[in-house]
């Protein structure tokens, strides 16, 4: 028996005292994942992320193709008409008594839209005109000129005529936060579930540790019994305490196998099979050992959400669409005078060559100007309507750009504390584990000197399991307040390294954007 306690001894101590990280090989059915290697396979692999960069790419080509409605287009047209009548009696007296002609009409020319809201039309047309009065029964009429019609009022104050273009642009804004809002939340809930696996592998040793010490000790105590040195009844306690041991074991594994199939889901990722064990490689570091002065982290994050946090961005750019919007009805609501003019130069003659002839002499000027005006009747009863809804949209707008600004500040000012409590804790935890640690050497000395009993053992050991169990949850509420205080502040995608600041704006890595595979 005395032979026994020192490797008894020895071994408790090696299980207690020497607890690295887990670090298990990648065997045949283990895959050993980073942090790194995890949240870059997310983001690539995750039907939420993909659904989301879609979204944003789709706003993206939307917003340029609102630039199309000032494009100049190339118009061709070809009318052909024929036409045959009798004359009236009076027609009839110079003109004969049946009436026929065919036209053969051809126009090109360039048409397009101003950024003042204006349009214009540049181009050439020629009809072909063969009826019986015509000179070899064939006439060539031709027109080079240019029109346009300009609005005076509705449709050119208030930004009007680029509202489209300026409120997709917005739209393209929003539609980009969002993509960065869902790539924060998932990578976040990535990193949450690799430490949850971490945490699980870790409680999985410790209960595998705990549950060899009990096997140990039911092995010195049947060895104590066949002496004489111990009772029945004692030796059935020992069972009993493995028992129970063998059961939290149990849970442990459970923890672990919920751990590996939460990361897989978030994954998403067909290459790993369903009975492939996923091996979380990073140690356990405590955040506590990181600088942190709260004052420089106040700042930091008070500064950095108005200028990144995704939610705040959206609120703040659907306010910018909506102040667009109410300039479009404002301008709306006026009425609508448009200024028309063209200028053109004709030609006449026998053939198409003859008919360019006359227009190059410029004897036969063209030109028009006029205003056109449009009030409605009852005072523009859809206008107005529209114009109130915008102005109510606007205010509502601003109200929850206001009320999303506030909840930020108060989450990131409880976060702030709540990290520093945590801290605190943590440190704590720290010192109860080496003082846990401390009281079972003593115990495990006084069995080895005889003075003590499995009991007080096995309570010393729980007292440390509950402490190192008490230190990880401590750790993970912990790395749990500061990923929350990241995405509040907006800089969640900042530290991973899948965005920068290129001058005031937020850029994401392009790689984000067009889908390929990161390196």
């Known amino acids: 028996m005395k032979r026994l306690q020192p490797i008894l001894f020895v071994s408790i101590s090696v299980l207690f005292l020497a607890v690295p990280p887990l670090a298990v090989a990648d065997g045949q059915n283990g895959l050993e994942l980073t942090l790194d290697q995890v949240v870059r396979d997310v983001v690539l692999h995750n039907p939420l ?23 100049p287009e190339l118009v061709a047209r070809y009318d052909h008409s024929k036409l045959e009548r009798e004359n009236s009696a009076l027609q009839a007296i110079t003109l004969g008594r049946d009436f026929f002609e065919k036209n053969d009409e051809y126009g090109l020319g360039i048409e397009g839209t101003l950024f003042s809201g204006g349009t214009y039309r540049f181009g050439y047309s020629l009809n072909r005109m063969k009826n019986p009065y015509t000179d070899e029964g064939r006439e060539y009429q031709a027109f080079l000129g240019m029109s ?22 917005q739209s393209r804004f929003v539609a980009f936060h969002s993509y960065r809002k869902q790539l924060m939340e998932t990578v976040s809930m990535t990193e949450s579930a690799y430490w949850n696996l971490t945490f699980a592998q870790e409680e999985q040793k410790m209960m595998s540790n705990s549950v060899e010490i009990a096997r140990k000790i039911l092995e010195d105590s049947r060895e104590r019994v066949k002496a004489g040195k111990m009772t029945e009844l004692d030796l059935m306690e020992a069972e009993a305490e493995l028992f129970v041991r063998l059961s939290q074991l149990a849970d442990a594994e459970q923890k672990l196998f919920d751990g590996m199939v939460q990361l897989k889901l978030l ?7 369903q009975d492939r064990r996923l091996i979380a490689a990073d140690p356990i570091v405590s955040p506590t050992s990181e600088s942190w002065n709260p004052e420089e982290q106040r700042d930091f994050s008070l500064t950095w959400a108005l200028r990144a946090q995704p939610d705040f961005m959206m609120r703040l750019e659907e306010l910018q669409r909506e102040k667009i919007i109410l300039g479009f009805q404002l301008d709306q609501r006026l009425p609508e005078l448009n200024l028309k003019g063209s200028v053109g130069f004709n030609g006449l003659g026998d053939s198409l060559g003859g008919s360019m002839e006359k227009i190059g002499t410029f004897d036969f000027p063209a030109w028009s100007v006029g205003l056109e005006l449009r009030v409605p009747m009852l005072l523009g009863i859809r206008e107005r309507n529209r114009l109130e809804a915008a102005i109510l949209k606007s205010k509502l707008a601003e109200a929850r750009l206001e009320a999303m600004e506030y909840e930020i500040m108060n989450s990131i000012e409880t976060l702030l504390l709540k990290v520093s409590t945590l801290r ?7 010192k109860v584990v080496d003082f846990r640690n401390r009281m079972l050497d003593v115990e495990l000395s006084r069995l080895e000197a005889g003075k003590s009993n499995t009991r007080l053992i096995y309570a010393a050991e729980e007292e440390l399991t509950k402490a190192r169990r008490w230190e990880l949850e401590s750790i993970a509420a912990l790395r749990e307040a500061m990923m929350q205080l990241a995405y509040f502040r907006g800089s969640v ?27």
Request: hydrophobic share 40%.
């Open 493 to 519: 995608l900042l530290d991973k390294g899948f965005e920068s600041i290129e001058g005031e704006q937020v850029v994401l890595s392009e790689q984000l954007l067009i889908g390929v595979t990161l390196p």
């Open 424 to 430: 605190e804790r943590v440190a704590n935890a720290n």
């Open 148 to 169: 346009g019609e300009q609005p005076l009022l509705k449709g050119l104050t208030h930004g009007a005529p680029t509202a489209g273009l300026r409120a997709a642009r």
């Open 267 to 273: 994954l998403s990722d067909t290459r790993i099979s």
């Open 49 to 71: 992320v993909r659904e989301a960069r879609l979204q944003y790419l789709i706003s993206r080509n939307e917003a340029e193709a609102e630039w199309g409605t000032f494009e």
